[in-house]
């Protein structure tokens, strides 16, 4: 465990992260396709991905209670035996029924190097599962069964940026192996950063609920009070390695641009800039002689990336300070696309909903006391090495 405390719950032997990787740019590319007016297209695909409609949903306020009763068909268990375990034993995880195809949308950490996936229904039916996609740079995956259509009950997604803190939400998986269990809470913060287990990268934008979430939650959805997904479930903040009150999923936003994809190509293609360095806190603001304690300085561009490309400079010298080392010298992001750049979460966040790869980006830059705007191309992300 290392001190930041994050674990990821995969199942009943969850493995803790062990930095947060708060420099690195990720974010995913595809839009979502708005439904026509007159019918909602089952969560985000297009109606020839689909094959079919689900009815207009009336966006009233449920009890907790018929939440469950309207969602609780849609959540799956699933069990994965891994290449690392002893035979006879698997891990425990969460998935929710995405479309009448048989994809169940769970998270990468729980059917990562998977000699066999399991998947049990409400009704206690089990089915082998093959792997589809996953994305280890957002902890998104697909798994998919070969059953009849009368068993698979897809939970419509929901928008995710309409959330707001204090907003009631309610969370249905398999904690400890306990199958169909919910719980309840509130949307504690939004717009967190989460270190990607699988990735060494971070997820941004991420939810941050005050529901339990525990090991086997993990792939289960968060839902609003409409009913809808707002979130996959994916980690939770602990010393103990079981819930202490802060639990974090991954928002629908990033799912209905993730998945299709997935689907379709089994990965997603992440755009890159090849920077990392650290926000202007009030300190450091004093030592750049800058009045405004925001931006983010660069301190390392790496060679070939589309920043390097673009020109952009890293840190060049160290300075001393009160017996604190501080690097300086290179370019500071005082906005993205022309939207104020306040931390590093400010850049991730408009990555994460806006761009692709491909895509130009335009960053206003403070360097030797004078802003200049550079135009990148984002090019896709190499691996974590």
């Known amino acids: 465990m290392d001190k930041s405390g994050i674990l990821v719950g995969s199942g009943i032997g969850a493995i803790a992260v062990f930095a947060v990787f708060a420099f690195v740019l990720i974010t995913p590319s595809m839009q979502p396709e708005i439904p026509s007016k007159d019918l909602i297209v089952s969560n985000g695909h297009s109606l020839s991905t689909v094959g079919e409609t689900t009815p207009i949903y009336e966006g009233r306020s449920l009890s907790l209670i018929e939440i469950f009763e309207k969602s609780e068909a849609g959540v799956v268990r699933v069990n994965v035996q891994k290449t690392e ?68 009950r897809p939970i419509i997604i929901g928008d995710s940026s309409t959330l707001r803190v204090g907003e009631q939400i309610a ?49 289960g959805p968060l839902l609003n009070m409409r009913g809808e ?41 992440h755009p890159w800039l090849g920077i990392s360095g650290r926000d202007i806190d009030p300190d450091l603001a004093k030592v750049l002689g800058i009045s405004d304690a925001r931006g983010f300085l660069i301190v390392t561009v790496v060679e070939n990336s589309p920043a390097s490309k673009a020109g952009l400079h890293g840190s060049t010298e160290t300075k001393e300070v009160g017996g604190v080392n501080y690097q300086v010298g290179g370019d500071i992001i005082l906005s993205v696309d022309g939207k104020t750049v306040r931390h590093i979460e400010d850049i991730l966040i408009h990555l994460q909903r806006s761009k692709s790869v491909g895509d130009e980006i335009v960053l206003e830059i403070l360097r030797d006391g004078r802003t200049t705007n550079f135009v990148l191309t984002l090019e896709e992300r190499p691996n974590s090495n």
């Open 85 to 152: 375990q002893i035979l006879g034993t698997s891990s425990v995880g969460s998935g929710f029924v995405f479309d009448t195809k048989g994809h169940i949308i769970t998270n990468t950490h729980v059917v990562n190097n998977a000699q066999k996936i399991v998947v049990t229904f409400l009704d206690g039916r089990s089915y082998n599962a093959k792997l589809v996609g996953v994305d280890p740079f957002t902890d998104v995956a697909v798994i998919k069964v070969d059953v009849d259509k009368s068993l698979l």
């Open 171 to 219: 969370a249905i998986g398999n904690p400890f192996g306990l199958s169909g269990s919910m719980t309840s809470g509130i949307v504690s913060q939004l717009g967190r950063l989460l270190p990607a287990q699988e990735s060494g990268f971070s997820i941004p934008d991420v939810i941050q609920t005050d529901a339990a979430i525990n090991p086997g939650n993990s792939g």
């Open 229 to 269: 997904v707002v979130g996959i479930n994916t980690a939770i903040q602990s010393a103990t390695g079981e819930f202490t009150g802060v639990g974090f999923a991954v928002p629908s936003q990033t799912i209905v641009k993730i998945v299709p994809t997935l689907i379709k190509e089994g990965k997603y293609n």
